[in-house]
Each structure stands twice: as structure tokens, then as C-alpha cells.
């Protein structure tokens, strides 16, 4: 069984940061894909930021230039580096991995962490 456990989300002022991290723990041959969704609330669960295991990286629009998605594969971690936050960024962001156990790719998501941008 793979795991996925999400910290660093919380409380910030608009304008501030966060990082958020997310590790992979378990049993599995390799992780593919690694990427952040979010669902701010009434909304549906929209994609953030991708990262290949290469360390190619996709982002939503609304976020290009402020969140930077990293990993660091010695580690099975991915980051995501929040800067210039927004009220609009307000959400559970979701930690997801595309792993394969042994041959076939699996979907694993992580419980979630809260981030909030008020004043």
C-alpha cells in the first residue's frame, strides 16, 4: 500500500507564502507523475501544477509565476512553493502520485491540507 502525506498548509496573509510537502511512503517499484489539485469550496477539484519524473512541470494559469512545483525523488517528495497568495487560492490542496507498485500504474491521493488566504 502506497501513502501520501501532505504538511505545511495553514493561515497566511494575502501577498505571503507557503510550502506545502507531500512523501510517498510504501512499497512500489517507481512514481511517475506527481501532482497538486485543489478544491476551494462549491468548486470542483482543479489540477495545479504537474511535475514528471524528469522534473518537466505544468501549471494552471491562474498560478504560473507564483507556485513552483519541485521533488526531490531520493526523498519521494513533492513541493510546492506558494508565493504572492491570493484570497482566491483558498483551498484543500491534494497531493497526487501516479505510481506503479510492480507493473501496472496506480492513482494515489494524500487526506488533503487546508490552505487559507485572509486578511
Known amino acids: 500500500q502506497v501513502q501520501l502525506v501532505e504538511s505545511g498548509g495553514g493561515l497566511v496573509q494575502p501577498g505571503g507564502s507557503l510550502r506545502l510537502s507531500c512523501a510517498a511512503s510504501?512499497?512500489?517499484?517507481?512514481?511517475?507523475?506527481m501532482n497538486w489539485f485543489r478544491q476551494a469550496p462549491g468548486k470542483q477539484r482543479e489540477l495545479v501544477a504537474t511535475i514528471s519524473s524528469g522534473g518537466s512541470t505544468n501549471y494552471a494559469g491562474s498560478v504560473k509565476g507564483r507556485f513552483t512545483i519541485s521533488r526531490d525523488n531520493a526523498k519521494n517528495t513533492v513541493y510546492l512553493q506558494m508565493n504572492s497568495l491570493k484570497p482566491g487560492d483558498t483551498a484543500v490542496y491534494y497531493c497526487?502520485?501516479?505510481?506503479?507498485?510492480?507493473?501496472?500504474?496506480?492513482?494515489?491521493w494524500g487526506q488533503g491540507t487546508q490552505v487559507t488566504v485572509s486578511s
Open positions: 510504501g512499497r512500489f517499484f517507481k512514481i511517475n507523475a
Open positions: 497526487n502520485a501516479l505510481v506503479v507498485l510492480v507493473v501496472t500504474q496506480h492513482d494515489y
